[in-house]
């Protein structure tokens, strides 16, 4: 082990809480960063997640939250590395994404081993010294001891914002999301034959506005029976005069954004799904988010546009932003997300 | 027969060609207009639609468009009462309800009748004199040979705009269409798990832009996969400063709109389909499109707000607008929608 | 009230308690019923389906479980005629359609008032002296205080069953339940692209012994995303050879069976649903359920068939013929079965 | 390239016609296959999979049907290696996975080429010289020019039928079929809030009786709104004694069965699709059916039990081994299905 930790001596060591959705595509997300180290993953129970994790190998040492429950993974076989307790000596960052709520308690667990953390969209607020997106507001995360990612929904939507504000600035905007209800294989919710609305704004709104104080944003959602990725709708107040040629670029230009064409087939969210699947992405994921290129008009002066949000994957890259962040690994917001869009093959379209 | 003749004598005499979906709610509009009178309805085959009517004591009689399929009717012990030709000769407006394109070759038969005719959405615009809404341009059917209706979605959501342009005026709109992709029941079209989209503009923006010139409006599409109502997500510019409470205010006045709460209970499409159902209204038919109350936020000056689209009745009262415009009955609109409104029982919110 | 009376002096005084799904049906039935009185209905707020039943003129009285919500209803406008308490003075029997273990609270109360109540599927077997379907075992219903009524799938299941069994006799009975997992308008349930497995047996099997204890029964239930009705596919053994013809025979005779055709357009769940909407059928209800003619097939000496269950009414006739059975309105079944037949307007297709 | 044919000297030359959802999936499987060569690939289009394709790195040659589109291919980029006729002097066995119908034109290329092929259950029987599964009729796929494999869910059952059958006999079965009604992604068909009906018996029953005529088979399908999956409920009568506890271990000594339980969280079709994505299986595929260990239970003598179908990847391995049978590479079925089961790495659960 001593040779190992050599090599990692340098590296930041990152453990994930939660091994479910978002859980098993942090872990790989950062196992696939060379300037980390992926120490463990901590999980309750022998979940389907977690013989999974067993039956491709164990690529990830596993750790238990509640150690008397280690026989249990012992009649199947699963072998286990120690306890939460234990893993958490051995980091530097905890990625919690265990179920909304259960951050909080865990952010106690986080000061007494004197270890960061950055929780998922669903902790409130309060839980963290930052609300934090890896494009927007890297530097509010700098040094931080307790980050907040923007959930779904919002990471994606302030990757395209931030990419417009950037060239143009922007006044306002006004969204519709249509948000895909349940994960693929979630029985625990579901809608059918059903578009149920929420109250405006969504809190997508709001939370944009706590990272980009300086854009007026408000928005509708409306959930609906679908499980392969959400879809927003955007009208945008640019500062400057702007055309659709001139999003498309800025988009092009993203790592994070993929630009598509209906005439090419990608028609629906699941066909970008399929896509991935496709590609031989691991779980079908994508990282990216993508802008149709044929739903971007004008109403006046202000844009509309269309983005798919891939939920299972798409704050992955923006978590490991933040580990950058709160670590001071690298100090300027360009250098932090070009690491990690390089460990995680993610190029400009050109 | 001469009675009934006479008490008829100045009724517009109505027919509906096409049995579906449409043309049954047609039909039932139709016979609740007092100074109507719906002589018959045509279909082409026993369908379900038609073996209902039978099975509910032929409330409207039934002519065929060949005759040589009127042994297949008898079989079935379903009476028929001529042929379309023989209908046409008795009428004075058809309301064509027919498949996309067939209406087209109707036309031919309307002229060699002399009668007049409706056409619904899915015909293309050349077919008719006039694109016609009874509350936005009623004036522009007038006397008119062929009208065409507007599309459920552009009806309903032209109601909504027409009654804030006439209060505060409204210079642009950008919609985002929440689409139910088939009817309860359709077995022809359909989508699982998969959001659709289509390119910006939408027909229903480039629709109301011809209806309503002096409104620039453009807007996306999703079709979902649910059958109890679009949902229309509406950014407007108005003229003039307009809050929310005015627009509720309106919507409240105007009989073809419902405001209702999510905080009730209303928080989806099919929640309004389900109190329809509960109110006893044939079908579970809604004529109302409704505005959710919490939905509406403010952009700016420009108001964000949600309305719900029943596709297969909303276009009903404009259908019969319509046949009171081209028939000349009443050369007011207020007084055509009025009338239209008190026989379908249509009344504003107080 | 006096004169109101004497009119419905022997008539049987019956309430519906919790006016939701299956409350609003029962109301409707007991209603049609020319031998029974229904007296009200008790809700606890002032939910949709009361809204709806004010806004259609309060066809039924209400009454509150809690008298100190009644300003909620005054505010409202909702007109209420007393307490949950007070009506039970006035009735004979309670049909309680209350959501699931809420009925063994209300027992309390039927016992302090002295009168008997008919309880759903929902409840455990324990609440009630029998377990009971108005074909299959009428008698065990006769003068007992407390009946328990099989659930939706249950009572159709044993109709069809049970009209074999008088035929030919069963032996054994196979089934595969394709369960419709909420319906339509609910958002407190549902599942999205995913069909979930139950384990075997399921109770449906289980309680159909209970009912019919001379046929062994087994079956799997798989509950899949669509409201408007379960479908169930029957493998039974009967005791005499049997054929296709004859099933279809015993299914026309009986008035709460339809048979009908894929050819004829029945070729679905909602496909009969469309159709009892444009029957004009209140809330697009259907008290029978059918059986597909091209759905039958023999595997040896057993036969395969497959029925649809409307879940939402299906219930109503055989609650209505507990009422007969616990007030011994009727000794002998086919007497009491033929009359809420009758006033249900059911009868036997020939 | 002499290098590589030598090293390809001994192994059968394979091309996949038509790259789509099954293509693509056969093209991974062959090149998974040490005796195999999979010398290209061939379609018509740079449809999304083909785009996939080249996006991850031209994996596999690309053939054209149609050299005058070559063009098309050249503006993306995207190498190709020939044409079709081309491809075709270079092959021993064509797996032939386009749309229904295609396959018979393409047969009189195959024929005019002098090679094998295989066609997938969309064709005709008539198109085949044997209709054909690895396991259930190995022999009749000897030396044959032209077969045809069962469809997906007739290779799922068949699989676990004939593991019975080897084991006790099987007299008859009589199986519902609960259909996801299109694949991930597909907008061409679909249902929305439908189970649809068809006849009885399905063709799944017919062919199963096809290609094991001493079985007696009839069955009722329904179409479902998902897409992860077929479950098929099977009633079967053995011809011996036989127990839930022999069933279970049958299926876990079959390499193509995967036993699992409800209380591990497989609950669902999809629940297994999320498995296997985590699994990190391409695509989230598998090529097992899998048996639900809860879902079985005795009807008198008869057993009812659950298979699910992943209809994607369930046919690849019986392809495979047909590839075998028309080379006669090996004689005998256990090795043939063996060597595919080796190379997909499909081992009994211990």
């Known amino acids: 082990m001593s040779n190992v930790w050599e090599t990692n001596m340098n590296k930041t060591r990152v453990c994930v809480v939660g091994y479910g959705v978002i859980g098993q595509r942090l872990a790989d997300g950062v196992a696939l960063q060379e300037d980390m180290e992926l120490v463990g993953v901590v999980d309750v129970a022998p979940t389907l997640a977690v013989r999974a994790l067993h039956e491709s190998g164990m690529p990830y040492k596993l750790f238990l939250v509640d150690p008397e429950r280690k026989p249990e993974f012992g009649e199947l076989g699963i072998p286990t590395s120690g306890t939460f307790d234990e893993l958490l000596e051995e980091i530097d960052v905890a990625l919690d994404a265990t179920p909304g709520g259960i951050g909080a308690k865990n952010k106690e667990l986080y000061i007494a081993h004197g270890v960061k953390a950055i929780f998922q969209g669903g902790e409130k607020n309060e839980i963290a010294d930052a609300f934090f997106h890896g494009y927007a507001n890297y530097e509010k995360g700098l040094g931080q001891d307790f980050l ?8 994606g939507l302030i990757r395209v914002v931030d990419a417009i504000d950037r060239e143009v600035g922007v006044e306002k905007v006004a969204i519709t999301i249509i948000r895909r209800v349940a994960d693929p ?10 578009l149920k609305v929420e109250p405006v704004p969504n809190h997508q709104a709001v939370d944009l506005m706590t990272i980009m104080p300086h854009v007026d944003a408000t928005g509708f959602l409306v959930h609906t029976p679908v499980t392969h990725g959400h879809i927003i709708s955007i009208v945008a107040t640019p500062k400057k005069p702007f055309k659709k040629d001139t999003l498309i670029e800025i988009c092009r230009a993203h790592p994070r954004i993929r630009v598509v064409r209906i005439a090419d087939g990608f028609n629906s969210n699941t066909a970008l799904f399929r896509y991935a699947r496709n590609l031989g992405n691991k779980r079908g994921d994508m990282y990216e988010i993508a802008l149709w290129e044929e739903c971007i008009g004008m109403s006046g002066d202000d844009i509309l546009f269309a983005i798919n949000i891939p939920q299972e994957a798409v704050t992955i890259p923006e978590t490991i932003d933040g580990v950058r962040a709160c670590m001071e690994m690298q ?3 360009l250098d932090a997300v070009g690491l990690t869009n390089q460990y995680l093959s993610l190029r400009a379209n050109t």
């Open 148 to 155: 907040k990612l923007t959930s779904c929904n919002t990471t």
């Open 185 to 194: 294989g979630d029985t625990h919710r579901g809608l059918v034959d059903l």
């Open 331 to 333: 100090t300027d917001w």
